[in-house]
């Protein structure tokens, strides 16, 4: 239920209206615009009488919610989100730039990494430290160590670091070092998880799953949201489908749709969609003009020895290349990388 108070409604006025939602058993929500306060009730109350809030002082306009997922939703969030991390944002005009290599091999590879990260204008470096692999015998991850590494390697060079988290237990550990959570495809309904993220006080961006619906992601940012943290962002990167001659089929319609049905920033992520590096640069090119809010690219100076997702990674000088082709698209859109 959304709650459009008046104009010229006081402070007190508004926290009364705000009261009586809390005892009727909802759950309120306050965003304050330019020119009036909007209230979005949250509560399973299907028979409920709106004319109780509507007759209230400071209320103009009082209407139901008809979209599952209220808080991740325009209906009473019609702003953008734009998720400030220290000197960087997530959302708005500019085109954020997340590049790494698929896992952390070593502390000279990924300081390497982290060096072509920030001569390429990147802002924020990606590199598993937990990786959960397909097989059990593939390549896992170095753990904690992993995550000293990627610190020490972005600190260095003025980066954000952002890796992802597989499980509960794991959360407080990476805390320390990371600055925005990544939940995997794998974990998009990993309800437990996600709640806990939600108690979180840092950024989390949560890819789509491999077979998830727009409809489907945008719930499993409501379990995020509701339980506290409203810095959370998308990750469209592929999803199944019988095509056999890319890794997944990376849905670029996906990007406006999100746009159009919530508020959140989403990013595109070529690498994972495609799966080969050759499909990177193109998709990667479509993604920016589709009017992703950042971009999520592998790298790796040695692919054909990578331990993990070789395949797909970019090398640093095609990686540069391409980010001078992503400036040109963003600026003729109006946007900037």
Known sequence: MVII??????????????????????????????????????GVQPNFDTRKVSIL??????YRITTPYKLAGRSFHEEDTIIKINDVEIGGNKVVLIAGPCSIESEEQIFRMAKVVSESGGKILRGGAFKPRTSPYSFQGLGEDGLKMIRAAADKYNLLVITEVMQIDHIELMDQYVDIFQVGARNMQNFSLIKELGKATKPVML????????????????????????????CERGIRTFEQYTRNTFDL?????VHKKSHLPI?????HATGLRDQVPPMARAAVAAGADGLMIEIHDDPENALSDGPQALLPNTFIKLVEELRLIAHAIGRTL
């Open 5 to 42: 108070l008046e104009k010229n409604a006081s402070e007190s006025q508004i926290e009364n209206v705000i009261k009586h939602l809390e005892d009727y058993g909802f759950q309120v929500h306050k965003s304050t615009g330019v020119e009036r306060t909007i209230l979005g009730a949250i």
């Open 57 to 62: 002082d400071g209320v103009s306009e009082v």
């Open 207 to 234: 890819k789509r799953g491999i077979a998830a619906t727009i409809e489907e992601l945008l719930m499993s940012a409501e379990y995020i949201l509701s339980s506290g943290n409203k810095n959370v962002f998308l």
């Open 253 to 257: 319609s996906a990007i406006p749709v």
């Open 267 to 271: 990013i595109g992520d070529p690498s």
